[in-house]
């Protein structure tokens, strides 16, 4: 990544900074959206803008992004990057403030475009599956209503330092958080949704979980399937003996998960490949993209 957007401009990435008053470094305050590219074009961009125009509300952040104008910016920096498709990290910043917490709102925001190449990933994945580790570390309560994608990310890096721990991590296993009340919440970086009995499961939004912009078109996926569709609050007993289980994210899309573990005792999830209800979520999503795989 050798150049990165900024404030609507691109600019070498050693050049890009904040200024240290900035109030997204003293306090966490900003947010920032993950998706990717199909075909070089921004995926549900419309509903990850939503997104963050909701949460910049709720802190006082100015935010009035146009889409095209957006995708306009997005395309200029790939093409500095030479990048034909690409995983994309929008982060708007809260700007300059007092050194101090203020009442008020705040007035300039900074808007950065972090832009690389994706991440490559095995097609084995999707028909063998990955592992998932539960971790003892609990998911921490949002800072709101609803859990903000902020940049206070400290309880989801504390979960990757755990998970190192775990001989999981040498499968490249994914972490599972519970919530103080022992309830099943999210991963590091995705949702999680299991099926028993041929229903489609997923934590409520209740449990302190980020709204994830995947979970959300999967739900809509299996609903038109005809596939009921259920939240709520689960145990990871309920999870040890789901027929399927699978992770979302904006990047990954659908990753089923074939090997749960605790500690360093692990289960067998159905056959330990792909569920059939998994596998056809799969093919709805990516026939959804417009680009079917």
């Not at 580790?133 to 859990?147: D, I």
């Not at 919530?179 to 041929?198: D, L």
């Not at 939004?205 to 689960?234: C, D, H, K, N």
Request: charged share 25%.
């Amino acid at each position: 990544m050798k150049y990165i957007g900024f404030n609507n401009g691109v600019i070498d990435a050693r050049q890009a900074v904040v200024s240290a008053l900035d109030h997204g470094f003293l306090y966490g305050i900003g947010l920032f959206e993950t998706f990717r590219t199909y075909g070089g074009v921004p995926f549900l961009l419309e509903r990850h803008l939503k997104r963050m125009a909701e949460g910049c509300k709720e802190l006082g952040i100015p935010f009035a992004q146009d889409v095209e104008q957006l995708q306009e910016w997005i395309q200029r920096v790939m093409d500095k990057n030479e990048l034909k498709e690409a995983y994309i990290r929008y982060t708007v910043t809260a700007g300059e403030d007092i050194l101090g917490l203020p009442a008020g709102d705040y007035c300039e925001p900074n808007h950065l475009l972090y832009i690389k190449a994706l991440p490559k990933v095995s097609e084995k994945i999707y028909s063998e599956g990955k592992d998932l580790q539960l971790l003892s570390l609990r998911r921490n309560t949002p800072e709101g209503a609803v859990r903000f994608k902020s940049l206070h990310y400290m309880n989801n890096i504390l979960a990757k330092r755990e998970l190192r721990g775990y001989a999981s991590a040498a499968n490249g296993a994914e972490g599972l958080m519970l919530t103080a009340q022992e309830v099943i919440a999210e991963g590091i970086v995705s949702n999680i949704f299991f099926i028993k009995n041929n229903i489609l499961h997923t934590p409520d939004i209740s449990t302190g979980i980020l709204p994830g912009i995947t979970r959300e078109m999967v739900m809509e996926l299996a609903r038109s399937a005809e596939i009921r569709v259920e939240e709520g609050a689960y145990h990871w007993e309920q999870l040890k003996i789901a027929d399927e289980v699978f992770l979302t994210n904006s990047v990954q899309e659908i990753v089923p998960v074939t090997t749960i573990w605790e500690k360093d005792k692990k289960f067998t999830v159905g056959d330990g490949l792909c569920g059939r209800m998994t596998s056809d979520l799969i093919s709805f999503y990516r026939e959804r993209t417009g680009i079917p795989k």
